[in-house]
């Protein structure tokens, strides 16, 4: 439905001069709002039509002042088609900038990209984890790279935005940045972010994204079969460290937690379950999701080995968590000691968790979800890669069943 524009010229009582002169104004109605401007031109009072909005007669100062008053009446109008032109909304605020000549800030890109992670920065702890905020860091750094290799500037208009700088980005963070398809999404994930903001800011008529796909390709995930972990538990190192390193990553395998929530996890979250065995209660540090885990023989074994540890006592917490980093580079040489030939890292223990311990051994995928603290059954989906094992036991009773 168009936008109805009033437009009226009158002669304002209130202003006239010492010389008795009725000063004529513009009045521009929009939606119910208005604005008044002075047109500049007076006329004497008798001279003026109400009723017409102009000048009476047909002299050569009536010609003149109504030619004007035309004139500006068309030029309202070509402020409505402009706006209509560039997109925006009809409003009286934006026809009142245009006709004071108020020209309309750009909204850059990088600025708002830039506030947005202020934001994560300040709500660290609360509602994002640190890895999170380091995330959108990297991506924006990405899109400031991407911006001075496409455009050799600085910044860019937020209206620049187009399919065509989404195909581009993509292609320079899979050409110069070397990035995977996988990770190349999540880059374009984190972005588009911040492309949604300037949508709900009215900053961006149309998403850019708008007919781009965002899917990701299937990964197999790597996770240990039951003769790996038999192996490596039963293995007897030479150095301390290693079998710290090694207990905490089978803990990790045999409750499936993350190893952010491993490093947390806290003394007062292991607790009576109501089966009255011992459960973790605690929550994701990614999702602030609740986890319900029931500890399973294995687990409860490597907390009383580390009931007494110094660092676990003065930090109140469950096992003696190293850094990530650290964590990997010895499990690394772990791997090795233990003839396992893949690629071992922590976050190989949550997918053993959801496939070798739980799911391989008729573990509903429903519980298994709930365990890892999942809130959809799909991200569930992604760690469980059944067994072959599995499917021909299943199969196995299946074919017991048609037995004649």
């Known amino acids: 439905m168009d936008t109805k524009i009033s437009i009226l010229f009158y002669g304002k009582k209130a202003k006239t001069t010492t010389d008795n002169l009725l000063p004529i104004y513009l009045r521009v109605t929009v939606s119910g709002k208005r604005f008044e401007a002075s047109t500049h031109r007076y006329i004497a009072p008798g001279k003026w039509s109400v009723e017409a909005g102009r000048v009476k007669g047909n002299t050569e100062e009536a010609r003149r002042v109504n030619a004007y008053l035309d004139l500006l009446r068309s030029k309202v109008y070509a402020y409505q088609q402009e706006l209509l032109q560039e997109g925006k909304p009809i409003t009286m605020e934006a026809i009142k900038d245009k006709w004071l000549g108020v020209e309309e800030k750009p909204v850059m890109l990088l600025e708002v990209f830039r506030k947005h992670n202020e934001q994560v920065e300040q709500l660290v702890g609360k509602d994002f984890a640190p890895g999170t905020l380091e995330r959108y860091r990297t991506s924006l750094l990405h899109t400031c790279n991407f911006i001075k290799w496409k455009y050799k500037a600085e910044d860019i208009d937020v209206k620049k935005l187009d399919f065509g700088f989404i195909s581009d980005y993509e292609f320079w963070l899979k050409s110069v940045r070397g990035c995977a398809h996988n990770t190349t999404m999540k880059y374009l994930g984190n972005f588009k972010k911040v ?4 949508l709900k800011n009215g900053w961006l008529q149309r998403d850019p994204f708008l007919g781009f796909k965002m899917s990701k390709k299937e ?15 039963a293995r007897e190192f030479e150095i301390e460290r290693l079998d710290q390193v090694r207990d905490i990553f089978l803990f990790s395998c045999f409750t499936g937690l993350a190893y952010a929530d491993v490093q947390k996890l806290k003394r007062s979250e292991i607790v009576t379950g109501p089966d009255g065995g011992k459960w973790i209660y605690t929550s994701r540090q990614k999702t602030d999701t609740v986890s319900r885990i029931p500890l399973l023989p294995t687990a409860l074994t490597i907390l009383e080995r580390y009931s007494e540890h110094p660092q676990c006592l003065n930090q109140d917490r469950v096992l003696p968590v190293l850094s990530n980093q650290k964590m990997n580079a010895y499990l690394k040489e772990i791997a090795d000691l233990c003839g396992i030939s893949k690629p071992l890292t922590f976050h190989i223990a949550r997918h053993t968790f959801a496939t070798t311990v739980t799911l391989s051994n008729g573990v509903p995928i429903e519980s298994v ?32 069943k048609f037995k004649i």
């Open 195 to 198: 492309i949604h903001i300037c």
């Open 369 to 400: 979800s709930r365990m890892l603290g999942h809130t959809n059954i799909k991200t569930t989906q992604h760690y469980a890669k059944i067994l072959d094992q599995k499917v021909s036991e299943d199969m196995q009773l299946l074919k017991d």
């Open 219 to 233: 990964v197999v995930r790597s996770f240990l079969t039951k003769e790996e972990l038999q192996k490596m538990a």
